[in-house]
T-cell receptor
Framework: KQEVTQIPAALSVPEGENLVLNCSFTDSAIYNLQWFRQDPGKGLTSLLLIQSSQREQTSGRLNASLDKSSGRSTLYIAASQPGDSATYLCAGNRAAGNKLTFGGGTRVLVKP | NAGVTQTPKFQVLKTGQSMTLQCAQDMNHNSMYWYRQDPGMGLRLIYYSASEGTTDKGEVPNGYNVSRLNKREFSLRLESAAPSQTSVYFC????????????????FGAGSRLTVL
């Protein structure tokens, strides 16, 4: 069974600092890896999807990498802003299809 | 631009009562999902529907039933609510089904907060 872990559970950084969020998974047979953002009381918004054949994806200040051999994915957010404050969740699926297994999330606070 | 719409947003039930959470998407997606989110536990898949006419169990299906009414709508029913079902429920949809390597980006609804007393 795929297990997905995100450490730390919470993170606080000053504005302008780069954010590094970690996601580890137990099954190297992961197919796709997704990163989501969740604002308090809201649903999830997809940020980046790394498909099985890819090693990283980039969107603006966000970059996500996937290393299947080590069972890790990392989300980098450059030059953090207070608007980046949210909970970030990673999720993977073991085979083609969409039965995602989620990590517990990392709650990020960017202080002005 | 509605995306995924869930109703109701909030509901309080007494133990043993039944209710149905409704979900509709307007993106012509094939697949739909129900997740629950509990503090510190991330999201867990309850049921999913890979395509119209099919449903399958996820990680935590006990105490729930689902109906894929048509391509747009996927409902979640609690027949006899229990306090352990107090949670925030999210519906999601995506283009691809369980086969192939199509993009699997999920679009989520805003959530339904359920409290069972």
């Amino acid at each position: 069974k795929q297990e997905v872990t995100q450490i730390p559970a919470a993170l606080s950084v000053p504005e302008g600092e780069n954010l590094v969020l970690n996601c580890s998974f137990t099954d190297s047979a992961i197919y796709n890896l997704q990163w989501f953002r969740q604002d308090p009381g809201k649903g999830l918004t997809s940020l980046l999807l790394i498909q099985s054949s890819q090693r990283e994806q980039t969107s603006g200040r966000l970059n996500a990498s996937l290393d299947k051999s080590s069972g890790r994915s990392t989300l980098y957010i450059a030059a953090s802003q207070p608007g980046d404050s949210a909970t970030y969740l990673c999720a993977g699926n073991r085979a083609a299809g969409n039965k995602l297994t989620f990590g517990g999330g990392t709650r990020v606070l960017v202080k002005p | 631009n509605a995306g995924v719409t869930q109703t109701p947003k909030f509901q309080v039930l007494k133990t043993g009562q039944s209710m149905t959470l409704q979900c509709a998407q307007d993106m012509n997606h094939n697949s739909m999902y129900w997740y629950r989110q509990d503090p510190g536990m991330g999201l867990r898949l309850i049921y999913y529907s890979a395509s119209e006419g099919t449903t399958d169990k996820g990680e935590v299906p006990n105490g729930y039933n689902v109906s894929r009414l048509n391509k747009r709508e996927f409902s979640l029913r609690l027949e006899s609510a229990a306090p352990s079902q107090t949670s925030v429920y999210f519906c999601a949809s995506s283009e691809a089904g369980t086969g192939g390597s199509g993009a699997n980006v999920l679009t989520f609804g805003a959530g339904s907060r359920l409290t069972v007393l």
